[in-house]
């Protein structure tokens, strides 16, 4: 009987190598994306300022990041880097570097973005009725910008978490790199392997942003 | 309204970066006295108002409540602000808090009443205004006049010993205007002090015991209301009021013509 491809995927360890694979481009992200949060509240406070050098600083920056394709900044840090320097950055390292880079810069526009969307309206009534500062960033300003950020850096996380699969291009084996490394090596005795291994990736990609994009989607009704 | 002077403003001036806009406002407010403010557009009506709460700070000139200067200091303006209940022309409700904690957060967090107390408070005042039934909507849910009701609610919620108007009806669309303005006219009925800026003229000569116009940053013209709409003193203001009634004049004119 002709085999089906399907049968490959439960061949020797060939699925828990890819959830292996699944499990290194949800590291990397989730790692970039923890150091991204912080980096990008602290960035996006530095992006508000009036400051003529914090604000030429912030905008080369952000321009910068935003310009370059993210497999060039990965290029950039991981040969570039070593060249010039003499330092030797592993494939992880930089692949973390470039990814907090990009997430700080983009986190940080967005909390840019929802800070300055407070209308300044806002800040007056409140201090009207007596609120000392304090208690109108407690109260007032803050939980508005987390309601209007939540759904953006949520959506943030999903693109990073997609956009990791260019760290093949740098040696790291992640899902995709798995997938490809099935197919070739099973390439005569599975011709239609591409269709099964590619559609399996294509569902661990799924199911690893739905559950991250329901959240957004909920909170974007609840607080809307 | 009795004799005792309530508010007191002497030798206001306020500048924006070389312009001046407030240039040496002298004011007394009556206890119990409506006091409206009219004026061309740019002349310095709301920033008066924004001054004497201290959310703008004058650059010279002192106000006094209570005989109690008020200052940019931090915690004495917290207190004193307290006493001043202002609301503004913008829809100025907390967009994600419902209505009732709208009104209740001040008093809970500033005055640090009892909440149960507050939200008592809160829901008869509500009753007041017509607006209980939507204590537990959220801003957006609400007409522009409910929103404007629901930020006097809040204001009157700490019991402030007066009342600022800063133009509360300008952004409404005209059938709301009054429903907002009938809420201001009980208020003043019961014996509120308040100070309130508005282009409504029908609704300024209703209300005021006393009109001030300011052009140009400086009072040009205090009088009674019947006089100041019927004999204004001041080229100026007979100029301002003959803008009310431009469109009028212009149709007939253009009647004639034809």
Partial sequence: MQDLGISLLFKGSNMARLFGGLWVTVQISLIAVLLSIPLGILFGLFMTLKHPAARLVSRVYLDFIRIMPQLVLLFLVYFGVTRTFGVNLSAWTSAILVFTLWGTAEMGDLVRGALISIPRHQYDSAEALGLTRLQTYTYIIIPQTLRRLLPLAINLTTRMIKTTSLVVLIGIVEVLKVGQQIIDANRFDYPTAALWIYGVVFFLYFFACWPISLVSKRLEKRWR | ?258
């Avoid at chain 2, 004058?58 to 202002?86: C, F, N």
């Avoid at chain 2, 009701?149 to 009054?178: G, K, N, Q, Y």
Wanted: glycine share 8%; hydrophobic share 40%.
């Fill in chain 2, 1 to 258: 309204m009795d004799s005792t002077i309530q508010l007191q403003a002497s030798g206001i001036v306020k500048r924006f970066g070389s312009e001046t806009v407030l240039d040496g406002i002298d004011l007394q407010v009556h206890r119990g006295e409506v006091l409206v403010v009219l004026g061309p557009s740019g002349c310095g009506k709301s920033t008066l108002l924004r001054c004497l709460n201290g959310l703008e700070r004058v650059d010279s000139g002192q106000i006094a409540l209570d005989g109690e200067q008020i200052t940019a200091d931090g915690a004495h303006m917290a207190r004193m602000r307290q006493k001043i209940g202002m609301v503004f022309q913008s829809y100025d409700l907390f967009p994600h808090k419902t209505i009732l904690d709208n009104i209740t957060l001040a008093p809970i967090k500033v005055q640090h009443r009892p909440r149960r107390e507050a939200e008592q408070e809160a829901e008869e005042l509500l009753h007041r205004v017509g607006l209980w039934e939507k204590r537990d909507a959220y801003p957006r849910q609400l007409s522009g006049g409910q929103k404007q009701r629901a930020a006097i609610v809040r204001a009157l919620c700490m019991h402030p010993e007066i009342m600022l108007f800063d133009e509360v009806t300008a952004a409404l669309d005209p059938e709301m205007v009054r429903e907002v303005l009938d809420v201001m006219l009980e208020l003043a009925q019961q014996g509120l002090t308040m100070i309130i800026v508005t282009h409504e003229m029908q609704f300024a000569r209703a209300i005021a015991d006393r009109i001030v116009f300011l052009d140009g940053g400086r009072i040009i013209e205090e009088s009674a209301p019947e006089q100041f709409f019927t004999a204004p003193q001041t080229p100026r203001a007979k100029e301002f009021l003959g803008t009310f009634t431009f469109t009028k004049r212009s149709t007939e004119q253009n009647s004639v013509i034809i």
